[in-house]
């Protein structure tokens, strides 16, 4: 005779029952971790990315202020100063 559980179904039935409420948990912690690595991992891409144009920057500005000419160094400032300027986007319009 099989024995049965407390819930009435055999014991294999109700272990299976309660097997798969964990599956389904463990998956959903798993997707969710995953999610969590894509967004972190995008965050420290983009600011590797900030911390370089950063410091583009400051050379080419370093390399602008290190002219002898005052007129040279405005010109150099200007399109440093220009090519920093956000572009609009085609898309939105």
Not at 40 to 52: C, P, S, Y
Not at 60 to 79: D, G, Q
Request: proline share 4%; glycine share 2%; aromatic share 6%.
């Amino acid at each position: 005779m099989t024995r049965r559980s407390t819930s009435g179904l055999p014991r294999s039935a109700a272990a299976n029952a309660a097997f798969w409420p964990w599956v389904l948990a463990i998956a959903t912690v798993a997707a969710l971790l995953l999610a969590i690595h894509q967004v972190v991992q995008a965050a420290v891409l983009e600011g590797e990315l900030l911390r370089k144009n950063h410091a583009a920057y400051a050379e080419a500005a370093w390399h602008c202020n290190s002219s002898r000419s005052a007129i040279l160094r405005a010109n150099c400032l200007a399109k440093l100063t220009v090519l920093l300027e956000p572009q609009a986007d085609p898309q939105s319009q």
